[in-house]
């Protein structure tokens, strides 16, 4: 009864029952747009490097030059002997780059959020968050034990209403991301920030698809909007546009510090490795230059093709373009229908959507060239 083989037998079937079985695929090799799976090769729109800088020559010498220097691996939690020049390099790196006091780095974005949110918030704090944060903000609010209020997905009214209803003398902290991540779309940042204003509360902002791709100096939407000086804690991840892994916080020098002598995932986690973390740099030199310039306006009109080719209402520049389909029988058919075209577009399914809202997530890339756009267009037209 209680073989652990059989509980999870049963979860499993219960899972499949759902249409909601999830399974690993190897790539055999990968290129950034094109890849081998099973000695098939597919065009991906599955990915989060949206500038292709995974594969820059740039940025895979500095991971292996700093792999020469310094080693495979940090050997320890940054506080004890794991900080390495590196670290400290990539930090003023990204503080320079979001224009912030300080930053700090972690091993990846979902640790990030963990760390702020946990060792930021107790009990007696209140936090506003919108229906659609990601896990990692979900699972980092959870564990602060504060009070968490759900505002309705970018509903700024209801917003109000929850931040009018609560106690002046409490901390209150507004949590959203820029370019939320399953539907690309963009929060409302002038009017949270009005909202933090009226109501004395504070904002921590996920950047986590928008680093990297927005704004004139590419470091974010608030940045963007010319709202980056309101923002109290600005998160992203080093996984996505960076296209290298970890993920790290911009804000004031006091509140870098405090996170190095609080956040638990900061200190009882071996530093993220001399590779990742000189690549990350690197990405954010490209970013930075001229180049990065010319990817992302590569990136846009990648993204204005396939909107266009596909009769998407207005003019938008999210890299993330979902195709709702509701049924997860039908959002796997249509997948595997793609697949069998050599197109990789992931059905994303329950839980990081809710059930019956199935969607196909298509992300692009300043790789693709114009025929593979045209050629997925093609497909969705033919299939859907
Ligand atoms: C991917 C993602 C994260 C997590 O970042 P990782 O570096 O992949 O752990 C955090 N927030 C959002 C909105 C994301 O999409």
Sequence with gaps: MNDLKTRARQSLNAIHAAQLYRHLRTL?????????????????????????LSHHPKVKAAAIEATRRFGAGSSASRLVSGTLLPHEKLESRLAHFKGSEAALAFSSGYQTAMGVLT?????????????????????????????????EHNDMGHLEKLLRETSRTSIRLIVTESVFSMDGDFAPLQKIVELKQRYDAWIMLDEAHATGLFGERRNGRA?????DDQIDIAMGTLGKALGAAGGFVCGSFELCQFL?????????????????????????????????KRLTECLRLRIAQLRSRLNLPGPDSSPIIPFH????????????QLAQRHLLVPAIRYPSVPKNHAQLRITLSAQHRPEQIDCLAKALEEIV
């Excluded at 940045?223 to 709202?227: H, P, R, T, V, Y």
């Excluded at 389909?325 to 595997?336: C, F, P, V």
């Design 325 to 336: 389909i509701g049924s997860e029988k039908r959002a796997i058919e249509i997948a595997a």
């Design 260 to 292: 190095i002598n609080r956040a638990r995932t900061f200190i009882f986690s071996t530093a993220p490795p001399p590779a990742v973390v000189a690549a990350a740099s690197e990405a954010i030199t490209i970013i930075a230059s001229p180049e990065g």
């Design 119 to 151: 060792s930021l918030l107790s009990e007696r704090d209140v936090v506003f968050s919108d229906r659609l944060n990601h896990a990692c903000l979900i699972d980092g609010m959870r564990l602060s034990r504060a009070n968490i209020k759900i505002f």
């Design 28 to 52: 055999q090799s990968s290129n950034g747009v094109r890849l081998q799976i099973a000695d098939r090769a597919y065009i991906q729109f599955a990915s989060n490097d949206y500038l292709g």
């Design 223 to 227: 940045a963007e909007a010319g709202l």
